[in-house]
């Protein structure tokens, strides 16, 4: 089926494919007609076989992001495996949790690191060569960051994580203003309460649970799947005019 949105033939990266809403996404892309690299430390063997039940093809990239040192290799890696990036999608991020009172450079600088740094200077890695295949056929690169309800609100005792992604919507609007012109759509989605690995405590935590749970107009925590027809959505010909946007896949809970 040819619709705009339509990824049959576009070659993507998936960071933090193995599990959560990295897997939700690349299943996603892949049901929409991508082939996937699959970037992230664990086995993401299970994801791989979920694309290819698609027909897509998936390869694995083994790499460590909590530092920017194997970027380089990452791209020239998922070139090699594909043929080039028409899509990349910086999902791999952690969580730390303590009060700022006590809260400690480690946990400060691994999630930074991790959730931001590293998603700049994969999403410049890989821009380089949107910048110059745009110029070449005209095909647009799309990149889509993983933000956060924290991109908006402030959070508690998770500062680390409240700065990287309210760094995350800066540098998608910074990123997007620069690249426009260059035939590069940058775009965020901000996951609200998605039942995954990070969310493990919370969702073990009753009271907790029920708090959540009532406060989300939807009634429910959302599905890694909920994210992925978003990010089709920002990675398709249908978000062409759709730059430096962060969309909320929340159900509701930011309009409450
Ligand atoms: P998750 O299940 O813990 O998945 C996180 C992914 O990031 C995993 O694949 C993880 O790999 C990968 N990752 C972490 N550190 C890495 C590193 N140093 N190198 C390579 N990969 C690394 O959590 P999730 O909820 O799906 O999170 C995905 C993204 O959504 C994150 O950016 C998170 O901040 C964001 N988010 C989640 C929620 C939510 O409610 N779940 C809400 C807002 C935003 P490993 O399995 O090896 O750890």
Redesign the pocket.
């Known amino acids: 089926m040819s619709s705009m949105f339509d990824l049959d033939g576009r070659k993507a990266i998936v960071?933090?494919?193995?599990?959560?809403?990295?897997q939700g996404i690349a299943v996603a892309l892949a049901k929409a007609g991508a082939d996937i690299a699959l970037v992230?430390?664990?086995a993401a063997e299970e994801t791989q076989s979920l694309v290819r039940a698609e027909g897509r093809k998936a390869t694995l990239i083994s790499?460590?992001?909590?530092s920017i040192a194997p970027v380089g290799d990452v791209v020239d890696q998922a070139v090699s495996d594909l043929g080039r990036v028409d899509i990349l999608v910086n999902?791999?991020?952690?969580?730390r949790r303590e009060d700022a009172l006590d809260f400690s450079e480690d946990d400060w600088d691994a999630v930074v690191d991790?959730?931001m740094k590293t998603l700049f200077f994969l999403s410049q890695a890989v821009g380089r060569h949107m910048v110059k295949w745009s110029s070449q056929d005209g095909a647009r690169g799309k990149i889509v960051n993983?933000a956060?309800?924290l991109t908006f609100q402030g959070g508690i005792r998770v500062p680390s994580y409240t700065a990287s992604k309210s760094g995350v919507g800066g540098l998608t609007k910074l990123l997007a203003n620069e690249w426009a012109p260059k035939g590069i759509n940058v775009n965020a989605i901000a996951?609200g309460?998605?039942a995954?690995?990070?969310?493990a405590a919370l969702q073990a935590d009753e009271t907790r649970n029920r708090q959540i749970m009532e406060r989300i107009p939807e009634g429910r925590w959302g599905d890694?799947a909920d994210i992925g027809g978003a990010a089709v959505f920002l990675a398709s010909r249908a978000a062409d005019y759709v730059q430096g946007h962060i969309l909320a896949v929340d159900g509701g809970w930011l309009a409450r």
């Open positions: 960071t933090g494919a193995n599990t959560g809403i990295g992230g430390r664990s790499a460590d992001l909590s999902n791999a991020g952690i969580i991790t959730n993983i956060s309800m996951p309460y998605i995954t690995n990070n969310t890694p």
